[in-house]
Structures are given as structure tokens and as C-alpha cells.
């Protein structure tokens, strides 16, 4: 099975941007889409953005489209987010997730098996 670990979350400032990485164990990395949620304190875990096993085709919630950026480098088994123009209301713990499901939507955290431990990001004004 898969196994991910997330990195690069901290504190910063509204304006402020951030990149998170996910780092993926095993081969088989490049066979799954790939996803990132995060889960604010007494909220619901969201979905923030989505790619695709291949890199081809990436998705975004309405919250972050345009100031956030998920990519992936299936060579070093890594998936990022690049968050630009940070926003208090984008603190949150950031999940780094793993699809499973092929027909299930990206945009639903039930399609996702693999989970990382999150990082936390803390955006202050």
C-alpha cells in the first residue's frame, strides 16, 4: 500500500505563500490521482485540489482556484501545493490524499484510501 507524509506547512502571514509537499512510498505512486483536503478546527474535511495520476488534469475548489497550484513529480514521488496569497480562513490541517476509487469523483474524501498525518497551516493577518 501506499504511505504518505506531508511537509512544508508553518505560520505566515495573509499575503504570504506557502508550498506543501507530499512524499509517496513504493511504485505505485504514479497510478493514483492525488488529492489535497484540509480540516479547519470544528469543520468537516474539504477538498482544496485534485490531480490526475498522469499531471494532465488538475482541480480546485472555488476557495483557493487561482491563488493555489497542485502539481506532481511522479519521478521523485512527490505531489505539491502551492498556495499564493494566503488567507486566514485558509488555516487549516492539510491532508495529502491518495485515489483509489476510479470512478468515484475527486471532489469526494469517501474516494480516497490513503491518507497522510496532515501538516498544519497557520495564516495570521
Given at each position: 500500500q501506499?504511505?504518505?507524509?506531508?511537509?512544508?506547512?508553518?505560520?505566515?502571514?495573509?499575503?504570504?505563500?506557502?508550498?506543501?509537499?507530499?512524499?509517496?512510498?513504493?511504485?505505485?505512486?504514479?497510478?493514483?490521482?492525488m488529492g489535497w483536503f484540509r480540516q479547519a478546527p470544528g469543520k468537516e474535511r474539504e477538498f482544496v485540489a485534485a490531480i490526475s495520476w498522469s499531471g494532465d488534469n488538475t482541480y480546485y475548489a472555488d476557495s483557493v482556484k487561482g491563488r493555489f497550484t497542485i502539481s506532481?513529480?511522479?519521478?521523485?514521488?512527490?505531489m505539491y501545493l502551492q498556495m499564493n496569497s494566503l488567507k486566514p480562513e485558509d488555516t487549516a490541517v492539510y491532508y495529502c490524499a491518495g485515489k483509489t476509487r476510479y470512478y468515484g469523483s475527486v471532489y469526494s474524501r469517501t474516494n480516497y484510501t490513503y491518507w497522510g498525518q496532515g501538516t498544519q497551516v497557520t495564516v495570521s493577518s
Open positions: 501506499v504511505q504518505l507524509v506531508e511537509s512544508g506547512g508553518g505560520w505566515v502571514q495573509a499575503g504570504d505563500s506557502l508550498r506543501v509537499s507530499c512524499v509517496a512510498s513504493g511504485r505505485t505512486f504514479s497510478n493514483y490521482d506532481r513529480d511522479n519521478a521523485k514521488y512527490t
